[in-house]
């Protein structure tokens, strides 16, 4: 059960635009929202595998790169920035699980016009795109004041950083700004990406009501988050490959959540 909350309460509210209503949801309801989010990856597997591809092909190929120049260590921060980026890439599966929910045919070719003319939903690539390059340039300071300029080989990160002594400030540090970084992108994205597809509205508006909306439902989101985050490793970790299966899940199942998470106007 969930219940609706006032537009102005618990939240500040900042400049003329004011967020959309937000609704307090129980902790469990992040189990439906999976559920729901694997039904609709079921039942359009095709769409679903075609942008998970798409986005573990440019892992493959940063891997590839970063391997040739002796920099293979660097994918780990990069498949973490991954994550930062990953609503971009679940736009159109957005759109399959809106069309889906509405009676409407869900083709391919409709899933990728959800990708086109909309400026605000630019915008907010642009912010998680910021965030991104901000955590890759944290990652490389961190590396070289721990390691020198060069970061080590990929087949010598577990010797040299991990069983270093420099090995536990160094993760320590690095998984705090990384978790930073992780928790802003998802609180600004978590509903506004979804909303932006889905509703005529601006990305300030849609930023702020995607903060209020963690804010109300913090203990539940941190849950959400943990959620997302688990699908993203087991996504990574099969070297990208996994992707293919877990991002469109998590997509289909965060527009669930935004459907949840915000009054229906």
Excluded at 111 to 139: C, K
Excluded at 206 to 232: C, D, F, I, P
Excluded at 245 to 254: G, K, R
């Amino acid at each position: 059960m969930h219940r609706s909350e006032s537009a102005q309460a618990s939240f500040p509210t900042m400049g003329r635009e004011t967020p959309l209503g937000v609704r307090v949801v129980s902790l469990e309801r992040s189990a439906q929202w999976l559920d729901r989010g694997f039904r609709d990856f079921a039942a359009h597997p095709g769409i679903g595998l075609f942008f998970g591809s798409v986005f573990a092909a440019f892992g493959w190929l940063l891997t590839i790169g970063l391997g040739s120049i002796g920099m293979g260590s660097l994918i780990l921060p990069l498949a973490g920035g991954f994550m930062l980026i990953a609503p971009l890439a679940a736009v159109g599966l957005y759109e399959v699980s809106r069309r889906r929910e509405r009676g409407l045919e869900v083709t391919l070719r409709s899933s990728l016009g959800a990708l086109r003319g909309n400026s605000q939903m630019a915008d907010m690539g642009l912010v998680l795109l910021l965030i991104f390059f901000v955590w890759i340039e944290l990652a490389m300071v961190l590396f070289a004041l721990f390691y020198g300029m060069r970061p080590p080989a990929l087949g010598e990160f577990f010797q040299q950083v991990v069983l270093a002594p420099a090995g536990v400030p160094f993760l320590t540090l690095g998984t705090a700004v990384g978790g930073v970084l992780a928790a802003l992108a998802f609180a600004v994205s978590v509903v506004s990406m979804p909303m932006l597809m889905d509703r005529d509205v601006s990305a300030l508006t849609a930023v702020r009501t995607s903060l209020r909306a963690t804010w109300l439902n913090r203990w539940g989101m941190v849950g959400w988050a943990a959620t997302l985050a688990v699908l993203g490793i087991l996504g990574v970790v099969f070297f990208f490959a996994g992707l293919a299966v877990t991002l469109p899940i998590a997509a289909h199942a965060s527009w669930h959540a935004y459907r949840d998470l915000v009054e229906r106007g």
